[in-house]
């Protein structure tokens, strides 16, 4: 079985099958570490724009006054998607997609430790900026302190973000080097297939083609020496 020429071809075209699989999926799994990434990005990215928005409102309503006296703030619609989205880019798990907080998407969790102490900085000024909005609500006054405090957010933020990018970057470099490897492997493989049918199938059908004419020239005493204990060479044997 293993001397056959039907096991010998299942056994190259299987390794380029296998290979070839290999690199499909490695190329299918690098658009969707693309697109998650890419979600992700654009998820922390959006966080700058809350805090901006966030603090502006609580600025209208609070320092100018046009909110509606015991409504509803729009700032704490704000801050809730800003917090959920935290939490999601730092644990993983879901938030929105839109502002009006209608399309659920999901994030995984941060696995890097600097940008996960990243966002625990942004954390950790963003309640403090909660703390400020409290204090300004009640008399008027925190305000200078929260817009300190926006600005440390809004840098802690740029900061995570490019720490999300550079992760972005690495991950492709990598998934390129395995796409790269597949395809030397690809490459190695379809060399060594052809010297492999060179020995295993074309060298005895040569040897067996150089008998048969030998035998048709009239040497009848020919023996064919095929070289192969598969089917060429009992074909060879035959003769």
Not at 110 to 125: C, E, I, Y
Request: aromatic content about 8%; glycine content about 10%; charged content about 20%.
């Amino acid at each position: 079985m293993f001397k056959s020429v039907k096991f010998k071809l299942t056994l190259i075209l299987g390794g380029f099958v296998f290979f070839a699989c290999g690199m499909i999926a490695t190329v299918m799994w690098s658009l969707d570490a693309q697109k998650k990434d890419g979600l992700v990005i654009n998820v922390a990215g959006r966080q700058r724009m809350l805090s901006q928005k966030f603090a502006k409102e609580v600025f209208d309503e609070i320092g100018i006054g046009n909110g509606e006296a015991g409504g509803t703030r729009s700032y704490e619609k704000t801050a809730q998607l800003f917090e959920i989205t935290l939490k999601a880019l730092d644990q993983g798990g879901g938030t929105y997609a839109d502002l009006e907080m209608t399309q659920p998407i999901v994030l995984p969790p941060t696995t890097d430790a600097q940008t996960v102490a990243k966002l625990a900085q942004v954390n950790n000024s963003w309640e403090k900026m909660r703390e400020a909005v409290a204090v300004a609500e009640r008399n008027g006054s925190g305000l200078e302190e929260m817009r300190r405090l926006n600005l440390e957010v809004l840098t802690y933020m740029n900061q995570a973000v490019g720490l999300y990018e550079e992760m972005s970057t690495k991950k492709i470099a990598r998934l390129k080097l395995f796409q790269l490897g597949f395809l030397a492997a690809i490459i190695g493989l379809t060399l060594c297939g052809i010297l492999l049918l060179r020995k295993w199938i074309g060298s005895p059908l040569d040897h067996l083609t150089d008998g048969v004419k030998r035998i048709a020239a009239g040497n009848l005493a020919t023996r064919v020496e095929v070289g192969a204990e598969d089917e060429i060479g009992q074909l060879g044997s035959a003769f």
